[in-house]
């Protein structure tokens, strides 16, 4: 089982539509979950970090967690063309120095 | 500026060639990383440094090596570049807390021919 699991995708939405995309991780001691951008061939860009369970909204981004259930996902509600990306779940355990570990992403492709 | 970055942005080398990646920050940030990024197969560490003094070895170390200069900067070595490490590379950097995640350069797009 990978530390950090998230389906490779594509995710196809309509635009103007949720998307909701899903992290799993194994370590039930993780205390702090990121969730990253990454435009073909550019590097990832922090998009939003949650650390308690429940919601956190930043305009038009979601991210909620369930730590019993050890998931993190995000949601971006109105998706637009411009949100087609790669999608990374990054986990920091808490040990190993607060290192973080990645999930493969989620490709998300929002269609006009 | 940007906050890291990294040079050069793109490189072509030839096999058996010693290649060197720079990565400089602005951020004040402690701890630097080195990832390379396959289609497919998402972020693989290198290496990291904790600090100045201070360097690890990371998932895919082999055929790599890394040397920290000051603490803003965090070089990558390709001792003897070999086609199956063509690839896009990141540098980035985080404090020692992990509070704010990490912040990545721009990347270099190395093919080796």
């Known amino acids: 089982q990978k530390e950090v699991e998230q389906n490779s995708g594509p995710l196809s939405v309509p635009e103007g539509a949720i998307a909701s995309l899903n992290c799993t991780y194994s370590?039930?001691?993780?205390?702090?979950f990121f969730w990253y951008r990454q435009y073909s061939g550019k590097s990832p860009e922090l998009i939003m970090f949650?650390?308690?369970?429940g919601d956190k909204e930043d305009g038009r981004f979601t991210a909620q967690l369930n730590k019993a259930s050890q998931y993190v996902s995000l949601l971006i509600r109105d998706s637009q063309p411009s949100d087609s990306a790669t999608y990374l779940c990054?986990?920091?355990?808490?040990?190993?120095?607060?290192?973080?570990?990645f999930g493969g992403g989620t490709r998300l492709m929002v269609k006009p | 500026d940007a906050d890291v970055t990294q040079t050069p942005r793109n490189r072509i080398t030839k096999t058996g060639k010693r290649i060197m990646l720079e990565c400089s920050q602005t951020k004040g940030h402690d701890r630097m990383y080195w990832y390379r990024q396959d289609p497919g197969l998402g972020l693989r560490l290198i290496y990291y440094s904790f600090d100045v003094k201070d360097i690890n070895k990371g998932e895919i170390s082999d055929g790599y090596s890394v040397s920290r200069q000051a603490q803003a900067k965090f070089s990558l070595s390709l001792e003897s570049a070999i086609p199956n490490q063509t690839a896009l590379y990141f540098c980035?950097?985080?404090?020692?807390?992990?509070?704010?995640?990490?912040?990545f350069g721009s990347g270099t797009r190395l093919t080796v021919v």
């Open positions: 949650i650390y308690s369970n």
């Open positions: 980035a950097t985080s404090d020692s807390g992990g509070v704010y995640g990490y912040t």
């Open positions: 370590d039930r001691g993780s205390q702090s």
């Open positions: 990054a986990v920091n355990k808490g040990n190993a120095g607060n290192m973080l570990t």
